[in-house]
């Protein structure tokens, strides 16, 4: 496998009678620059191939365009223009899983938008998975934090949590339980639909800091029209920029959250290193 001077990827197939020919995606550039020089797999290749294919399909969509107008209007209202890195948890197999690799591509997306660095997480990452992270340059993060990424200085860090276990946006709320709050750019179920849908129960013991933070939050929903309707469903963008109206006492409760079992939130104690 190579990549074109002009950025584009060439995937090359063996045929059975041992000759070469080469498949060119021409739809999409991938970010995959370097690294090029190690080999790969034929299947590996394949996903490759299908995530340029996936980049290359959600670029074109109105879904990707309408998220662009959203995190271009909440940056300005944070008085702020750019994203100074990412961060993607939980987004699952993106080897084997089609929903994954389509989240995976939205992010390759916004990484070309914003010219930024995307660090990774999953417990469940396969060998495989992290391969392909590293052909596409995303830092995979080896240690469960449980969601606890603190922001450090003004600079907006994206966190882009698709369908994940509530405590783990629980968490990243409580660590960054402050004015910090306002580095944040979340993408993850919104919290409305959180809040609207659960038990008081439920919230108090799984999302107590969704709960008291959704009055001080902007969401811009993302309108899933998107041609698979189970990929960018709930999901919503979430920014902080009322802050300044926030009660000093509303910070002044911040006990770190703990959790009663639950099978779709791996905690440190549960992660493995990747099989
Ligand atoms: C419901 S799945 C969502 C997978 C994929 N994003 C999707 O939409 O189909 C929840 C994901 O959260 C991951 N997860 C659970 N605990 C986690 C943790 N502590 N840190 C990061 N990811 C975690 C799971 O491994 C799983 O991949």
Redesign the pocket.
């Known amino acids: 496998m190579d990549v074109d001077v002009d950025g584009f990827l060439k995937v090359s197939y063996k045929s059975r009678n041992s000759k070469n020919r080469t498949g060119r995606i021409t739809q999409t550039k991938c970010d995959i620059k370097t690294n090029t020089s190690l080999s790969l797999s034929l299947d590996k290749e394949y996903f490759l191939k299908k995530i340029c294919e996936a980049k290359s399909e959600v670029l074109s969509s109105d879904l990707f365009k309408s998220v662009c107008t959203s995190l271009k209007e909440g940056l300005f209202i944070l008085n702020d223009s750019a994203i100074a890195e990412i961060v993607c ?4 197999r993106i080897g084997e ?1 089609v ?2 690799r389509y ?1 995976f591509a939205f992010i390759l997306c916004l990484k070309t938008l914003f010219d930024v660095t995307i660090s990774a ?4 990452f396969t060998k495989n998975d992290i391969e392909l992270l590293g052909y596409f340059n995303v830092t995979v993060l080896k240690e ?1 934090l ?2 606890k990424h603190k922001t450090l200085g003004e600079n907006k860090v994206l966190f882009f949590l ?4 509530k405590q ?1 946006t629980n968490n990243l709320l409580w660590v960054n339980w402050s004015h910090n709050l306002s580095s944040c750019i979340i993408i993850a179920n919104s919290f409305n639909k959180i809040v609207g849908n659960c038990s008081r129960r439920t919230l108090e013991q799984s999302a107590g800091y969704i709960s008291k933070i959704l009055p001080y939050v902007l969401e811009y929903p993302i309108i899933n029209n998107f041609k698979y309707h189970d990929i960018f469903n709930d999901l919503a963008i979430h920014v902080f920029p009322k802050l300044n109206v926030v009660s000093q006492d509303l910070w002044k409760i911040n006990s770190e959250p703990k959790y009663i079992e639950d099978i ?3 905690t440190k104690n549960d992660s493995k290193s990747p099989v």
């Open positions: 948890l939980g987004l699952g899983c929903t994954s989240q997480y999953d417990p469940i469960n449980e969601g698709p369908h994940c276990p783990l779709e939130f791996i």
